[in-house]
């Protein structure tokens, strides 16, 4: 990039100083031509001056122009300067009778024949017919003078080399903090990912650079310590009910007769069960992380809600509030999956009731599932939601839990495009669900 845009910014340049160059030798050449024609005029009127008094030598003084010719009114040369001693007229032409003066540029002279010519002519009045007087030097080349030239072009050379070197400088000291952020990123492995990159003072692009690649290295770190948790967290879950089975096992062995095979292999299947419902539980969070889309179907709350509740074999009480018709999209099974745990866990927690609601606010089609147990704290509102997370009361209450349920009804509900938390209640935990309604 660096190299780049130094050489953008040199053949800019000099693209530039070219045209300016061009410029300025087109104004320098008209300007030396009026001075020249100038001179040369000023050559004839002295000439003119010694016409009329008389007085023109044998040899006109050239005064520094190429040459000089006074012309007799019956066209033979009458005097001429040195270089045109004894040579004819340079020029026929004559000014037209309105004028007396005209110009020519002469390419083709004999007496010049490797140079083009300005050649003045003047008319000069007399009782026995005109007089004519030219006068001629050197056009001006396109060049001007190799003198002035040399000192643009150096010049222009040396803009152009200021210019080049200090965008090689600038872009070099504008990219450093880049190099900076790349030698630290090619640092980073997803076990090391505790580095940031450095964020540069300036407030410009590049600092809003380093502070996305930091987002994004804050982002990468939490997903993979959670991935970590989560695998931890996930072979502790199941090796305990294989520690269960194996003792249960080892126990009977230990005395083959006597051992209650009955006891053991009962003891051995609910360690099965629970076993299945955590794989159960990590296909499905698997499935759900892969992010593959579930069917989209319209799903009327009130129905899945009435249909799930209905399927239960009840601990409590549960009554409904459900306002029929609000329909969204959505994958019927897993929706009713999220509807199961959140009913799990109301029975479970609940004393003697649990309410279920179903209405339409602000857009959105809201499941409440609220109980009259003892509640979730404030402060572990958002944590319950975390994969493998159970509340010291749940414990207690039932220890067949993975505390995956909450975690996957959650990620559900975003998958539809909506929420699921814990609101405010007078008692017990109210869980509540949103989901944009379908028109
Ligand atoms: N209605 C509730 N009242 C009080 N605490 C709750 C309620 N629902 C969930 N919790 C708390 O949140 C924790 C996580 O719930 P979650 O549904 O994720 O797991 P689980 O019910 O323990 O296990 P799983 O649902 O996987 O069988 C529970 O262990 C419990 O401590
Ligand atoms: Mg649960």
């Known amino acids: 990039m660096r190299g780049r845009l130094t050489f953008v910014a040199g053949l800019v340049m000099t693209l530039l100083c070219l045209a300016v160059l061009a410029t300025a030798l087109i104004g320098l050449r008209g300007l030396a031509n009026q001075y020249n024609v100038d001179r040369i005029v000023r050559v004839t009127l002295k000439t003119i001056h010694m016409l009329k008094n008389d007085q023109i030598p044998s040899v006109l003084p050239s005064q520094g122009i190429a040459g000089v010719q006074v012309i007799r009114p019956d066209g033979s040369v009458e005097s001429s300067s040195v270089l045109l001693q004894g040579k004819p007229r340079m020029a026929f032409f004559q000014p037209p009778d309105t004028t007396v003066r005209q110009d020519m540029v002469h390419c083709d002279s004999t007496l010049w024949p490797d140079q083009c010519m300005v050649i003045v002519a003047i008319r000069v009045y007399s009782p026995n017919g005109d007089y004519l007087i030219y006068a001629a030097d050197p056009v001006v080349p396109w060049y001007v003078d190799p003198r002035v030239d040399l ?49 540069p003072r300036n407030h410009d692009e590049i600092r809003r650079l380093a502070e996305t690649a930091n987002a994004t290295l804050d982002r990468l770190e939490e997903a ?80 899945l809600a009435a249909t799930e509740i209905d399927r239960r074999r009840r601990r409590v009480r549960i009554i409904r509030e459900l306002q029929p018709g609000v329909i969204i999209m959505g994958d019927r099974l897993r929706l009713a999956r999220v509807l199961t745990n959140l009913l799990d866990n109301a029975e479970r927690h609940a004393n003697s009731v649990v309410v279920v609601k179903v209405y339409e606010e602000a857009g959105c089609g809201v499941l409440e599932v609220l109980d009259d147990g003892a509640g979730v704290p404030h402060d572990k509102r958002e944590h319950v939601f975390q994969r493998f997370t159970r509340l010291d009361a749940a414990r207690s209450r039932d220890a067949g839990g993975t505390g995956l349920g909450l975690a996957i009804a959650r990620q559900i509900c975003e998958g539809h495009g909506g929420t699921l938390g814990i609101e405010d209640s007078v008692k017990g935990a109210r869980f509540v669900l949103r989901i944009p309604v379908s028109r």
Do not use: C, K, N
């Open 151 to 199: 000192l643009l072009f150096l010049g222009a050379g040396l803009i152009v080399a200021v210019t080049t070197f200090g965008t090689y400088l600038l872009v070099g000291r504008a990219l450093r903090p880049v190099d900076a952020i790349s030698e630290e990123l090619a640092t980073i492995t997803a076990s090391d990912l505790d580095h940031r990159v450095p964020v």
């Open 224 to 303: 993979v310590e959670q991935q970590r948790r989560f695998a931890s967290d996930a072979s502790h879950d199941l090796r305990s009910p294989l520690t269960a089975m194996r003792a249960e096992v080892e126990g009977a062995l230990l005395d083959v007769e006597t051992a209650d095979w009955e006891h053991t292999g009962e003891a051995i299947l609910g360690s099965i069960d629970r076993l299945q419902a955590l794989v159960d539980d990590l296909l499905q969070i698997a499935r759900l992380d892969s992010g593959a889309p579930g069917r989209m179907d319209p799903v009327d709350l009130a129905h």
